[in-house]
């Protein structure tokens, strides 16, 4: 069933292109930032992680890179894939909180081919 | 294992009336958490738990209770439902030597509230 609504942002890229989801988190105090995925009818699923010590940090075909200047966070995908299409969630929290995530309100990724 | 099961996965409730949502997971994970997502909102955090027998408030708390009587279930209840609380709920866990902010979640609970 579908799992979120209808007023997403939404990115549509090629198969084959990055993508880049861009994020503005809310608060300063924030340490430690997150990104989720979620396909439609399931709960998200934890991509990569960065900490606020950190301006860029890789995973497998994922680049998260983190401007505490300005409060902006990035999650680049190299060769995008049809199965990369979902909605992408960034979250923020403050070690130490109980991994308290506040989610921002997510962009959805359309991959055409 | 199963990971995080959430039951049941759709409810249609009348207002006024009472339910609970459970939780369980099966990877003795010590944290656990209720979110709810709404349109154009992302996920805001209910409740949650650092382990069994413990509560706390998150985000959004009002009109809800929770308990965690057991390690591995995390129960929701609306004592009276109301139409702002029809959502999608979802479960998360999380294990203390696991990333930060790496939670598991279950694949939702769908409730409507007419």
């Known amino acids: 069933g579908e799992s979120v609504g209808l007023h997403l942002p939404t990115l549509s890229v090629q198969e084959g292109d990055n993508s880049i989801i861009n994020c503005a988190y809310s608060n300063s105090a924030s340490d430690y930032f997150i990104w989720y995925k979620q396909e439609s009818g399931k709960g998200p699923q934890f991509i990569i992680d960065?900490?606020?010590?950190?301006d860029k940090r890789q995973g497998q075909r994922v680049t998260v890179l983190l401007n505490k200047t300005v409060k902006h966070l990035s999650l680049q995908i190299a060769a995008t894939q049809p199965g990369d299409s979902a909605v992408y969630f960034c979250a923020e929290t403050l070690t130490g909180t109980a991994s308290k995530l506040t989610f921002g309100t997510g962009t959805r990724l359309q991959v055409t081919l | 294992n199963a990971g995080v099961t959430q039951t049941p996965k759709f409810r249609v409730l009348k207002t006024g009336q009472s339910m609970t949502l459970l939780c369980a997971q099966d990877?003795?994970?010590?944290?656990m958490y209720w979110y709810r997502q709404d349109p154009g909102m992302g996920l805001r955090l209910i409740h949650y738990?650092?382990?069994?027998?413990?509560?706390a408030k998150g985000e959004v708390p009002d009109g809800y209770n929770v308990s965690r009587l057991k390690k591995q279930n995390f129960l929701l209840g609306l004592e009276s439902a109301a139409p702002s609380q029809t959502s999608v709920y979802f479960c998360?866990?999380?294990?203390?030597?696991?990333?930060?902010?790496?939670?598991?979640f279950g694949e939702g609970s769908r409730l409507t509230v007419l």
């Open positions: 998360a866990s999380r294990t203390e030597t696991s990333r930060t902010g790496e939670l598991f």
């Open positions: 990877m003795n994970h010590e944290y």
């Open positions: 960065i900490r606020s010590n950190m």
């Open positions: 738990s650092v382990g069994e027998g413990t509560t």
